[in-house]
């Protein structure tokens, strides 16, 4: 007997009530109290049950959890591995862009004629000939991954290129660039090498209009000047017989009639020779045994 129920009978004891009563009343209470244990006991053996029942499933969760748990690392990595690798991608495939990007042409016109692109960082990306002996020049001599600089100099220094640079041969470098300090320091890297070279040269820079128009014509930038000038001065003459001619052919046949044999150029460039200049062109001088001759802009007709 509890405690509780040990004073609940001695407050019974005090109060006056029919024997009868009392008992029922009593008995009630006992009643209560088996009731009360048995719920108790009911309630242990429950509470027994499910924490048996949940043992297997906390085990299982635990289980299952801890099987997880690689998998999860293992997704996890190799999300950030995804992630790593399309940040690579996209690096890689913005700087192929960058790469490849032409921001700047330099055409080459001897006999031969040649478009060079040079991307942001100077380096020819892409290489084009205009005729037959430019494709056979390509051909001979690989230059594209290489600087300008050091592209033109194996170009123009090659077996392939030297029948092309002897005698009375005319060099002459057109340069394309919207940015003012790559189109300076292709000029300036095309006069280094024209002042090497044992033939007469020039290099002037272009517009982009007066480019797109010579390649579309399927010409060198110079070349293409050069035929347009003859063609003022021959009606007769068509850009198909100009882009038979080579450079030293076209100034020639335009002195001849009386035009300036360095017209192609826009005055923003030099020129370079062995043979002795008069002077009549801008800004250009020659360098041999009768001396130099200065001008301004890369133009002038050679004495001899």
């Known amino acids: 007997m509890s405690d509780l129920e040990r004073r609940v009978r001695e407050a019974f004891d005090e109060v006056e009530l029919p024997s009868e009563t009392r008992a029922r009343t009593l008995a009630a209470i006992d009643a209560l109290s088996v009731q009360e244990k048995e719920s108790a006991v009911a309630r242990k053996a429950v509470e027994s049950a499910e924490r048996e029942a949940a043992e297997p499933a906390m085990r299982g969760n635990a289980a299952a959890a801890a099987r997880r748990a690689p998998r999860l690392v293992a997704w996890r990595r190799a999300a950030a591995a995804l992630a790593a690798c399309l940040v690579l991608a996209v690096i890689g495939l913005t700087g192929s862009r960058l790469y490849f990007e032409e921001t700047a042409f330099v055409d080459i016109d001897v006999n031969p004629s040649i478009e060079l692109g040079i991307n942001r960082f100077d380096i020819v990306v892409s290489a084009r000939a205009y005729n037959n002996d430019g494709e056979a020049l390509l051909e001979a001599v690989s230059i594209t991954g290489k600087r300008y600089d050091a592209a033109v100099a194996e170009l123009t220094s090659s077996e392939a290129f030297e029948p092309y640079a002897s005698g009375d041969a005319f060099v002459a470098i057109s340069v394309v660039a919207d940015d003012t300090r790559q189109s300076d320091a292709l000029r300036a890297q095309s006069d280094a090498r024209l002042r090497d070279l044992p033939c007469e040269g020039a290099c002037h820079a272009v517009d982009a209009e007066t480019h ?34 080579s450079m030293h052919e076209l100034r020639d046949r335009i002195a001849a009639l009386g035009g300036d044999a360095a017209g192609e150029s826009d005055g923003q460039g030099e020129g370079y020779g062995e043979q002795a200049h008069d002077g009549a062109g801008g800004g250009g001088h020659g360098q041999g045994a009768q001396g130099q001759g200065k001008g301004e802009g890369g133009k002038g007709h050679h004495a001899g």
Do not use: F, H, N, V
């Not at 797109?212 to 001065?233: E, H, I, K, P, V």
């Open 212 to 245: 797109a128009a010579a390649s579309a014509s399927g010409m060198g930038t110079a070349r293409y000047q050069a035929a347009l000038q003859l063609m003022a001065l021959d009606d007769i003459l068509t850009l198909e017989d100009c882009a038979r001619m």
